[in-house]
């Protein structure tokens, strides 16, 4: 168990790897044929914020970063959130609260899950001592109503909530710490896309608000659920209307049918792709993080498989001009998909 340390940062205590490795991704389907029948080969990169912490996943560190730093100076010693029965939100900060000795409640989506057997992320969460908390979907709606929350965090004695996701303006911060990671790696020409799947929007607007045109020309969100036209005013509402940002869009084409759900053609890319990367080589991944590299590329159908099936789709389809470089934001996951 950690001590709250007003010493040592946040991520020294639970040993985060920042910056995370930033590496080139050699696959199968890089390349494209044009109408004269000439192939082109488009440069790919990914951001492995996958290997930020052993356990405490991606973007779900990054989004939580400040809030968790902001506590050093005033430990809670009850926190409450909320998310689905197998959020990677929850993991992250049931363990987090566990390591600290913090009381933890998770209000999950999904009355019946109560007497059900576990899934892992749950059986984790009951682990930690988390107090679990079932509710059904029209309790579960009201997760962002102000007289909900207040008669809520009364009823429970919680000092503080933190909404599903970790998605609150201060999630941007941590976003912003990772754009950092990636400008410091200095790898040269603008990035012509970068990718990242978008779930509640908010590492989406973090990424829109803190990235220079010095490192990317266009942010491309891929839907990771049905909600074209939601999904936009998700991120939106994370943003300043004012602000000339770079040019960023979602793209909806690659939910497979909704949050979480998937397809055999899906299933069996994101297999494939991982057999592919166990088998390369380690000493042929980029030179430029020497940590952790030999952590082969790995991906799951409900976050990350979507945005590198979409980026295999875009490339076929002769979206990205020749010579293009791409970077893939890996936002974790992976204990998800268990
Ligand atoms: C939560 C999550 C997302 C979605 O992030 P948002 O900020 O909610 O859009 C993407 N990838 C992974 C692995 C996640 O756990």
Partial sequence: MLTYSSIDSIEKQFSILAPSPLQKVEAGWTTFVDQNGIAHQIEVWCKRDDLLHKVISGNKWRKLAKPLQDFRQNPPSHILSFGGPYSNHLHALGYYCKQLNIKFTAVIRGAYLKDQTFNRTLQDLHNWNT???????????????????????????????????????????GMQTMIDEIIQANIGEPFTSILLPVGSGASMAGVVENCPPELAKQIIGIGSLQGEGYLETLVNQFLNKDTPYLSWHINHDFHFGGYAKSTAELDTFCKQFNQQQAKLDTPNKSKLDKSKLDTPLCIEPVYSGKCFFALKTLIQQGYFVPNSKVLVIHTGGLQGAR
Wanted: proline content about 2%; hydrophobic content about 35%; glycine content about 4%.
């Fill in 131 to 173: 107090n679990l908390v079932f509710v059904d979907k029209q309790t579960y709606q009201k997760r962002t109503d102000k007289n909900y929350l207040a008669k809520l965090q009364k009823e429970m004695n919680a000092d503080i909530i933190i909404p599903e996701g970790g998605s609150q303006q201060d999630a941007l911060w």
